[in-house]
């Protein structure tokens, strides 16, 4: 219908329905290209919050996503995958989008490293050891290139223990044998010696491992020892590659974590008693026993041994007590040196559905499970101690938060007797992987040998005469004195 056949009195009508719509459509029309130039930040934006952007690009290709992985990938179709870039997933969606007109790169983090072993009848998915932060982590520790252990056969030579090929039973593919005799110590690659004169030549090629299980406060002194003598230890030193602790933590992967009840709940309700201890050496550097003296006044220490009044030999009935009567054990250090964590500590606290109370707070919480035990530390006097054991066998909800560790981490025990992949990250499976690279020998060395060894311990008695003179300063007064009969011996 042409403008000029309408009638004259209907078109201002027409022209003011003309220009309303008009009005009403362009902005639609701008939004809608302006959304589309949207759509690919937002979809991926909407369709996993972890994802992050990462480097600024210009490429304007169409995305494609990949839905079968938790974190995804996002890619263009056209071009090849540029280089992932690793993402922490607790990053909040608030926090990933940049301000830019160019196409960003979108990135996750790739699948963690798993390890998988056994342990006490349960199969175990673990994703992290908690260990000194500069030693190699888990998967490092764990995995060895075939290729190279093929290629030769490395030896570890014993110098003067009682080691032997069975230390390997954790990685026997790995190819190293234990050899001994001073006769082959030119063909070592490793050299393990506890006994240090010093006076052992070594090759520039030679990994020279100091070995002890004691503390320096009870064994030899390497102050006198060149700098680089010694390459590693062998021992329960956590920053050391050769560590051999006698137990570890580890984290569960997702697939393994332990969700309902992880704790029995009857058997907490029945407890009854205090703390226990299972003690032969009575006197000590650390002064533990005069803590532990002066904490029964207060508090209930049951002490089997010979440094108290009751027995139960080992593997009695009677260690069924632990976790049956007890709420804590006294996991305590003869001294109180770096790393130094007394095997009971893995065995009877962990090992057991006891709290474990531990001397000195910062030598054990690296390597233990988070809110897993007590330390002396952590009080200012014995009674203020004491007076918190009372609190926490009065309200057991409390007590039992002390296990909920358990549903993330497992503590494994290394009883020395059994060398299977329990022992793969640590120890001798360690040396022997070491042997095998070209640059262990210069990497790893202990320059100072005093400052790493002599000097790592506390005064002797320091901690606990700090803690009984706070105490005395502040006049405390037994409230309760526990049945003499079972105190500490003199």
């Not at 491992?209 to 390459?231: C, H, I, K, M």
């Not at 032969?280 to 002066?294: F, G, I, K, L, P």
Request: neutral net charge; charged residues 25%.
């Amino acid at each position: 219908m042409r403008w000029r056949n309408i009638i004259f009195k209907w078109r201002p009508l027409l022209l003011i329905v003309a220009v309303i719509y008009t009005i009403l459509i362009i902005p639609s029309w701008f939004s809608s290209s302006l959304d589309e130039t949207k759509d690919e930040p937002r979809l991926a934006q909407g369709v996993n919050p972890k994802l992050k952007l990462g480097r600024k690009s210009s490429n304007n290709s169409k995305l494609t996503i990949d839905h079968s992985a938790e974190l995804m990938k996002i890619k263009p179709e056209t071009e090849a995958p540029k280089k992932l870039i690793n993402v922490k997933p607790d990053l909040k969606p608030s926090a990933q989008l940049e301000t830019n007109n160019e196409q960003p790169e979108m990135v996750v983090a790739s699948e963690k490293f798993v390890f998988k072993l056994n342990y006490r009848g349960q199969s175990l998915a673990i994703e992290e050891v908690l260990t000194h932060p500069d030693m190699p982590k888990l998967k490092e520790r764990v995995t060895f290139s075939p290729d190279l252990a093929k290629s030769n056969r490395t030896k570890i030579l014993i110098w003067d223990s009682g080691f032997g090929q069975q230390n390997l039973g954790g990685c026997p593919e790995w190819n190293c044998e234990v050899i001994s005799g001073a006769g082959n110590l030119a063909s070592a690659d490793v050299v393990v010696i506890q006994s240090p004169s010093f006076t052992i030549k070594k090759e520039p090629h030679q990994l020279f491992v100091y070995y002890s299980q004691e503390s320096p406060r009870n064994s030899a002194s390497l102050g006198q020892g060149p700098p680089g003598y010694f390459n590693t230890m062998f021992g329960f030193r956590h920053d050391t590659v050769g560590g051999s602790p006698y137990g570890y933590t580890v984290k569960l992967a997702p697939e393994s974590r332990r969700t309902g009840e992880i704790v029995d709940k009857k058997l907490v309700m029945g407890k009854s008693k205090g703390a226990t201890w299972f003690v032969s050496h009575c006197s000590t550097q650390s002064h533990r026993e005069e803590y532990v003296r002066e904490l029964q006044k207060y508090f209930q220490v049951d002490i089997y041994g010979q440094c108290g009044t009751m027995r139960c030999a080992k593997g009695d009935n009677c260690e069924n007590s632990v976790d049956k009567d007890y709420h804590f054990y006294m996991a305590l250090e003869n001294s109180i040196c770096q790393d130094y964590i007394t095997e009971k500590l893995w065995n009877q606290g962990y090992s057991h559905t006891v709290v474990p109370i531990v001397l000195k707070r910062s030598l054990v919480e690296a390597y233990v499970p988070p809110k897993s035990f007590i330390a002396f530390d952590d009080f200012e006097t014995v009674q203020e101690m004491a007076d918190y054991l009372k609190h926490l066998m009065e309200n057991k909800t409390e007590y039992m938060s002390y296990f909920d560790w358990r549903k993330d981490y497992e503590v494994i025990y290394l009883n020395g007797l059994a060398h299977d992949e329990l022992e793969k990250p640590w120890g001798f499976c360690q040396l022997c992987r070491l042997s095998h690279l070209k640059d262990s020998a210069t990497k790893y060395t202990i320059q100072n040998l005093s400052k790493f060894w002599d000097q790592s311990c506390d005064p002797d008695g320091k901690l606990v005469s700090e803690i009984l003179a706070k105490s005395r300063a502040k006049g405390n007064s037994p409230t309760q004195v526990v049945n003499n009969s079972t105190q500490v011996k003199n």
